[in-house]
């Protein structure tokens, strides 16, 4: 149904399902005294119910209406099975990197496996947020150009997606680089979670923050080579990701412990998104990428700038307080690379201002 909103281009619902599906976990919380695992399981059952029901109504618009018939003999059924079992098993090659991670991990002594999951959490999160957002946009646009036959209408939504992606996780990239500890320490330091803990996690924080910008765009490459239907080429790509990730976990993890499996994970998705990259100026034309590529260079030289004003300024600060350190950089940190964004005239910028307000209004 989300699927089916997305492509009519409607994003509005799609966007707030989240709430209709924690909603009966809260209330259950709040107003129900003897909690336990049942009631909780319940809660998550009518929240997800609840997913699929709110979509209904805005699909009826859509013109959609169900019927109880299936006709096996139609060819478009057979297509997206022949198209789905490369995408399930592309999709189970990505989970797997996190396996590999923490199967290696569970050699490197007590506290390895924890330290990785707890950083794995944040890292999901933040690209959850924005490229999960991203995604469930464009990706109905480049398929509807594709459909129209619209290569080129195809090619400037894919680089625009890109380069927007860079924009938005970049910095975010930098400041977990620039912060791990703190954030580390923030997020989980409290009860058993003690210094030593922070520190292994920080580590497995600091090898992760750097795969951000490169999980979002292959996330997007995903997508379009998807709206090709070149769903064998995103699992070719997607298993080789996963060898390089095991080759270098193993190998890594022998040097640098935690940090070293955190970083062969950043790695194998560095050497996966180029590869769907090629796959996709292969399948979708040879577009023009030296546009696209001076902007990610103007991006990633406005992050350079916030880090360094940053560095300094931390030095010269010193607030002893991880949320207060945490508030600090983001706020100052936002100004200086909105500031430098505008002096090297990055339109995608406010591109993704008017974005926000859009969804803020809506």
Known sequence: YTAMLQVCEDFIIPSILGMFFNAPMIIYL???????????????????????????PVLYKHGYRFKLFIDLKDERIKKILILIIPVIIGSGANSLNMVVDMKVASSLGDGAVSALDFAQKIIVFANTAITTSIVSVMYPLMANKLNEGDIKGFTNYLTKSISIIALLLVPISIGFILLNKDIISAFYERGNFNEAAVKITASAFLGYSLVLPFTGVRDILNSSLF??????????????????NIILSITLSKIFGVFGVAIASTIASMVTSNLLFISTRKFGGHFDVVPMIIKLLKISLSAMVMLLVLKILNIMINLNNAILTILFNGVVG???????????????????????????YK
């Open 227 to 244: 709206s090709m239907q070149k769903t064998k080429v995103t699992t070719i790509n997607g298993i080789i990701g996963v060898v390089v």
């Open 30 to 56: 709040i107003f129900f005294k003897d909690i336990s695992i049942i009631g909780l399981t319940i809660a998550n059952v009518i929240g997800n119910f609840l997913r699929v029901a709110v979509q209904l």
């Open 334 to 360: 936002g100004v200086v690379y909105f500031i430098s964004c505008k002096i090297f005239k990055i339109e995608e910028l406010d591109e993704v201002i008017n974005m926000m307000k859009n969804r803020v």
